[in-house]
Nanobody, 119 residues
Framework: QVQLVESGGGLVQAGDSLRLSCAAS????????MAWFRQAPGKERGFVAA????????NYADSVKGRFTLSRDNAKNTVYLQMNSLRTEDTAVYYC????????????WGQGTQVTVSS
């Protein structure tokens, strides 16, 4: 079992930056692929970015590529989503998720953190 706690959300202006953190419980954090998803009001939850167990591989949604950077610190059981050049359309609740290597889907989810970008 893995518990995920997101932090770092808030209200910012367009063009600003934010860094989201996701702290995981448990001793096997390094065995999980990690990802961020987001859900805007009235929309389905969508993929933002993912990172492999070692951090050696990442992939991003086209809408955030070049602006967001996902990283992880396995010694601290934490993943970070650095979000730069924020746009109003980035406004959403951001969720952290963990996936076992053998799983096809994400097994554990955090409660989410709100990011609001004003114009």
């Amino acid at each position: 079992q893995v518990q995920l706690v997101e932090s770092g959300g808030g209200l910012v202006q367009a063009g600003d930056s934010l860094r989201l953190s996701c702290a995981a419980s448990g001793r096997t954090f390094s065995s999980y692929h990690m990802a961020w998803f987001r859900q805007a009001p009235g929309k389905e939850r969508g993929f933002v970015a993912a990172i492999s167990t070692t951090g050696g591989s990442t992939n991003y949604a086209d809408s955030v590529k070049g602006r967001f950077t996902l990283s992880r610190d396995n010694a601290k059981n934490t993943v970070y989503l650095q979000m730069n050049s924020l746009r109003t359309e980035d406004t959403a609740v951001y969720y952290c998720a963990a996936r076992r290597v053998i799983s096809s889907g994400y097994d554990f989810w955090g409660q989410g953190t709100q990011v609001t970008v004003s114009s």
